[in-house]
């Protein structure tokens, strides 16, 4: 099954509970104050978010005679909301480090072994750097995603080690071997907890030790299913760290896929890949038709 098709079927519950029954609306072509209303509602209830449901039906509003159906405008306002720069901020001379953060729970360090085989097929030489010292697990099973999955060079230092410590050391392995990337796997902390965000703010000062520019991506890690949670969650670590971009997570099987609009539109912050199952090649870098096509069901040919 390729991508696409899974893809479709993570985000089945979220077109019947959200946009399949808008797209069931849009095909009576009427886009009359009552019709939009009710599309608003069910916007809403998808979590979407209020102030992107309003966006969409603004510009339903606004651009309607743009398009043959109601249907094909929606798609296109969808499309052009999630669309924007996606590529990874690469710099002009390496290595590049990315630093992956997020709350407990949301596929950190699997996201950060898929992230790794990505840059590995695309011929980088790839560093893991195990920063999440809070939890010996963590270790382990980054270890297991470089060494038996990914394939790629480990640093790591004990469990309860300083977090700083293990990242400076993989960007310095990295700097003095000429190696491609860095990915950084960082605690996950709850955003709500200054003090924890303090500390990450801290690995990141001293990454910058050896490499100025550096982290050149903070990658946050969204878990689809904790629908709009994530916008808090996007809110405090953007505050915090400065984040570059989104890696959207358990999007297989989430009614709530509709959170990606909602977190485009109002932080502006690009998505750069999203996940849709456990396997390794189960992530991918984020297309906004491909993503479009499977809220609304459409084929790719569609």
């Not at 019709?35 to 809403?44: F, M, P």
């Not at 992230?115 to 270790?139: C, M, Q, Y």
């Not at 400076?168 to 990915?183: E, L």
Request: charged share 30%.
């Amino acid at each position: 099954m390729g991508f696409f098709d899974k893809l479709k079927r993570g985000l089945k519950k979220t077109n019947e509970e959200t946009f399949g029954k808008i797209k069931k609306i849009l095909s009576f072509g009427k886009l009359d104050e009552d019709t939009l209303e009710e599309i608003e509602e069910i916007l809403i209830m998808g979590d979407v978010g209020v102030e992107c449901s309003e966006r969409i039906i603004e510009s339903l509003q606004e651009r309607k005679k743009e398009f043959d159906s109601p249907e094909q405008a929606l798609q296109a306002i969808m499309v052009e909301m999630l669309d924007g720069e996606r590529e990874l901020n690469y710099p002009s001379e390496g290595p590049f480090v990315i630093s992956v953060v997020g709350v407990n729970g949301a596929g950190k360090t699997t996201t950060i072994g898929k992230i790794a085989k990505i840059l590995k097929n695309n011929g980088k030489e790839v560093v893991l750097a195990a920063a999440d010292t809070f939890r010996a697990a963590a270790i382990d099973q980054l270890r297991v995603w470089a060494q038996e999955r990914a394939e790629v060079t480990l640093i790591s230092h004990q469990h309860g080690a300083d977090a700083g410590a293990v990242a400076f050391d993989a960007v310095q392995h990295a700097k003095s071997k000429n190696k491609d990337c860095v990915i950084i796997d960082t605690a996950g902390r709850l955003h709500t907890k200054t003090n924890l965000m303090n500390e990450l703010a801290k690995v990141h000062k001293v990454v910058k030790k050896v490499i100025p520019e550096a982290p050149h991506e903070i990658l946050l890690v969204i878990d689809a299913t904790t629908g709009q949670n994530g916008l808090m969650q996007a809110e405090k670590f953007a505050e915090a760290v400065g984040v570059t971009g989104i890696v959207i997570t358990k999007l297989d099987g989430t009614a709530k896929g509709g959170i990606a609009l909602s977190i485009k539109e109002r932080f502006g912050i690009p998505i750069k890949f999203i996940g849709v199952g456990e396997g390794i090649d189960d992530l991918k870098p984020f297309d906004p038709n491909d993503f479009v096509n499977a809220l609304l069901q459409e084929t790719e040919d569609e």
